[in-house]
């Protein structure tokens, strides 16, 4: 390695105030919302019901467990809205699981107000409760849309679960998922025209405020921006490079692309009009360094969503929703860094080293891949690392076991291994790119190695 790139010496910008501001007051929203919830409930009579009066103690729990799994489903909803602000300071993974975990205690505190409410009703008509869940659940007023929304959001949960996610295709869980938004448009008008926490001017005030509030979240960032921004850029398709027998790139061009304000290290939903799905977006980081007109990604063959985009036609009108994602240089906290990738984790990577500030000896990539013909830009990261100084650790090989993050040619343990190819990774940043299961291994020997939590920057790929 012959040459030398001179650096300044100044550091990424730090996240502004705004972003943490904003999700700041996004998570306090969540809690007021929460116990303003159950302050409704206890102000109707909810804890005399509870405590004072035992006979109504099925009645008032199925009360407020519906009000908790429709509070918490508004804000599954409004997490995952898209918010800019939002997703620059907690990072679309983090805020998809919290989106996850709110969906799943919703879901079982629905079942718990199902099941409460169908018990109550069968105490009552015990010789007649056929006829009793009858009227419950079909014949009382609007009580058939809930039950209809009901078993669409059990569907959409069912199918979440990681066992049965494994069985579907990307397309066919995101087209399923998108059922969930229809279901509590169902379940909806029996809480405003029959709920009796519904019924008063403030508390109107408040449930309407939710509702519409996560409503106009959705159609702005989901649905305006990205069509208003897909509309200024004009991004086509310029043209499709196989990399590997699996893995190809799209370049990308448009109009004015640093207006996007793109970071290395980002995504976008891209949405390839033209070609069959197109209504399904599906995400894929950037893999160069983004410039004034032309983006590049890079796709794994894997899934109907990328064997459509292998075949597009140069000239395909693109839509995008985006940037999105937080594992950027301006997460840095040090000047070293070592980045860990596996299979087509090395895309986001690929492009924190082209631009990334960083001097000869300050950055260590460690490339985890299964064989040499199915690694991604051996090419240019060797060029990369002749020009820039980069330390590259090449790990080719079948996974030594679904608890480790090395090959199974590799001798030593999963922390004495890092620790030897990178002694100082405790006084590094580390970023991590890879399948969720050898993320978790990878975060596990940073961590016994002594990588402190806010120094490790990760991002799976899985859905």
């Known amino acids: 390695m012959t040459a030398t790139v001179t650096l300044h010496r100044t550091r990424s910008a730090a996240p502004s105030w705004v972003p943490q501001l ?47 799994s429709q509070v918490l489903m508004i804000l599954m909803v409004l997490f995952m809205a898209r918010i800019p602000w939002v997703e620059q300071s907690w990072g679309h993974d983090v805020l998809a699981r919290r989106h996850k975990w709110l969906g799943y205690a919703s879901f079982w505190l629905a079942i718990a107000h199902t099941l409460l409410f169908a018990y109550n009703r069968v105490e009552r008509e015990p010789s007649e409760w056929a006829g009793a869940l009858l009227h419950l659940f079909v014949t009382d007023p609007w009580m058939l849309w809930a039950t209809i929304g009901t078993l669409l959001i059990v569907a959409v949960v069912v199918t979440s679960i990681q066992i049965a996610r494994r069985r579907l295709r990307y397309e066919s869980w995101h087209l399923l998922h998108l059922y969930s938004y229809l279901g509590m448009a169902f379940v909806v008008p029996h809480e405003i025209f029959d709920g009796t926490h519904f019924h008063t001017a403030w508390t109107q005030i408040f449930w309407w405020s939710l509702y519409f509030g996560s409503l106009a979240a959705v159609l702005i960032w989901r649905v305006a921006l990205p069509l208003w921004v897909s509309w200024r850029h004009r991004l086509v398709v310029d043209e499709v490079i196989a990399e590997t027998p699996s893995a190809f790139s799209i370049v990308l061009r448009g109009r004015r692309l640093d207006r996007l304000r793109t970071k ?8 390839f009009l033209g070609s069959p799905g197109w209504t399904r977006g599906n995400p894929y980081s950037i893999s160069a360094a983004p410039t004034r007109d032309d983006l590049r990604i890079t796709l794994e063959a894997g899934g109907d969503g990328a064997v459509r985009a292998r075949n597009l036609i140069p000239g395909s009108r693109v839509l995008i929703e985006g940037p999105y994602g937080t594992m950027t240089a301006a997460r840095r906290r040090h000047p070293k860094m070592v980045m860990l990738a596996a299979g087509v984790g090395i895309t986001p990577f690929r492009a924190l080293l082209e631009d990334s500030e960083y001097g000869p000896g300050e950055a260590t990539l460690i490339y985890r891949y299964t064989n040499h013909e199915h690694a991604i830009f051996l090419a240019e990261l060797s060029e990369l690392a002749e020009r820039r100084r980069i330390e590259l650790v090449f790990l080719p090989g079948r996974r030594r076991d679904d608890g480790s993050w090395l090959p199974a040619d590799v001798d030593g343990s999963d922390v004495d291994v890092l620790k030897t190819l990178v002694p100082d990774i405790a006084d590094r940043d580390v970023f991590a790119c890879g399948p969720v299961p050898w993320l978790k291994a990878v975060h596990r020997a940073a961590h016994r190695a002594g990588v402190k939590a806010r120094d490790f920057h990760e991002e799976d790929y899985a859905w």
């Open 22 to 68: 904003v999700a700041d007051l996004m998570g306090l929203l969540a809690i007021a919302a929460v116990v303003v919830t159950t302050w409704i409930w206890a102000r109707n009579g909810g804890l005399l019901q509870t405590f004072v009066y035992p006979e109504y103690l099925l009645e008032s729990q199925a009360l407020y467990t519906g009000l908790l």
């Open 264 to 271: 290395s290290g980002q995504f976008f939903i891209f949405r």
